[in-house]
Nanobody, 115 residues
């Protein structure tokens, strides 16, 4: 069974940067439209960025200009570069397919933006 694995989160001050990584055991990601999602405490899980197999990207309005999604097919990895982080970016970040059926959700990686 395919299982996404996220990494790269941590505690960062406002204005700081992080790069998240996503791999998936049991699947090649190169031909799959992938997304980064986040879920803050007490809120629903929302899509923040997506990338299709051709490299086209989309972003939620709240992260445009600050987040960049990319993929390295040779490493079977999808990245989320985050700059100018704000406290409201604090959440658990997950990666998964954009389309249904989605894979089982991984554990995610915690991003905390705080001074």
């Amino acid at each position: 069974q395919v299982q996404p694995v996220e990494s790269g989160g941590g505690l960062v001050q406002p204005g700081g940067s992080l790069r998240l990584s996503c791999t998936a055991s049991g699947s090649v990601l190169s031909g799959i439209a992938m997304g980064w999602f986040r879920q803050a405490p007490g809120k629903q899980r929302d899509l923040v960025a997506s990338i299709n197999s051709g490299g086209s990207t989309t972003y939620a309005d709240s992260v445009k200009g600050r987040f960049a999604i990319s993929r390295d097919n040779a490493k079977n990895t999808v990245y989320l570069q985050m700059i100018s982080l704000k406290p409201e970016d604090t959440a658990v970040y997950y990666c998964n397919k954009i389309r249904f059926p989605k894979w089982p959700w991984g554990q995610g990686t915690q991003v905390t933006v705080s001074s």
